[in-house]
Nanobody, 126 residues
């Protein structure tokens, strides 16, 4: 069992930056993947970014590519997403999640994830 707790959300002006962190308790194996999703009011949850826990492959939604960077620290059992050049349309609740099995484009689907955090609010003002 893996439990996830996000932190780092807040209010920022357009063009600003935030760094979200996800602290994991429980064993995360090297074949797992960590992903970030977001959900804006009235919209479905959407994929933001993901990476294999072992390192290497990273995946980004087109809407955040070049602005967001996903990382993880296996020693600390944490994952981060650095968000730069934020836009008002980035406003949402952001969730981290862990998948035991996804690989490649399979990691884009929320259904591939087994464990979820409670979410952290990110608000970008114009």
């Amino acid at each position: 069992q893996v439990q996830l707790v996000e932190s780092g959300g807040g209010l920022v002006q357009a063009g600003g930056s935030l760094r979200l962190s996800c602290a994991a308790s429980g064993r995360i194996f090297s074949n797992y993947a960590m992903g970030w999703f977001r959900q804006a009011p009235g919209k479905e949850r959407e994929f933001v970014a993901a990476r294999n826990w072992s390192g290497g492959s990273t995946y980004y939604a087109d809407s955040v590519k070049g602005r967001f960077t996903i990382s993880r620290d296996t020693a600390k059992n944490t994952g981060d997403v650095q968000m730069n050049s934020l836009k008002p349309e980035d406003t949402a609740v952001y969730y981290c999640a862990v998948s035991r099995y996804c690989t490649g484009y399979g990691c884009y689907a929320s259904g591939a994830y087994d464990y979820w955090g409670q979410g952290t609010q990110v608000t970008v003002s114009s």
